[in-house]
């Protein structure tokens, strides 16, 4: 079984950066693709952005040169980097684990970015 832990989400103006991480359990880690998923009221779950176990990087175009994903297989930790928030970006932000190998997906419990002045 793995547990995604997500954290560092909170309220920033617009305009402003966080940075969220999430800490995975299980020793899978570094073998899965890592992404971060958001949520807004009354809206689907989309796609934010992913890195996969050789490291390349993929997102959503919304946030593109915005965005940073990253991964410390060493810490079990993916990082999301965000930067000139925007109020659109108000949403709650899952963590993923993809494990190709047995096709088996996780999510962590989701946490809370609101851009808001």
């Known amino acids: 079984q793995v547990e995604l832990v997500e954290s560092g989400g909170g309220l920033v103006q617009p305009g402003g950066s966080l940075r969220l991480s999430c800490a995975a359990s299980?020793?899978?880690?570094?073998?899965?693709?890592m992404g971060w998923y958001r949520q807004a009221p009354g809206k689907e779950r989309d796609m934010v952005a992913r890195?996969?176990?050789?490291?390349?990087?993929y997102y959503a175009d919304s946030v593109k040169g915005r965005f940073t994903i990253s991964r410390d297989n060493a810490k079990n930790t993916v990082y999301l980097e965000m930067h000139s928030l925007r109020p659109e970006d108000t949403a709650v932000y899952y963590c993923n684990l993809y494990f190709p190998y047995a096709g088996r997906t996780y999510w962590g419990q989701g946490t809370q970015v609101t851009v808001s002045s």
């Open positions: 299980g020793r899978i880690f570094s073998m899965s693709t």
């Open positions: 890195i996969i176990s050789a490291g390349g990087k």
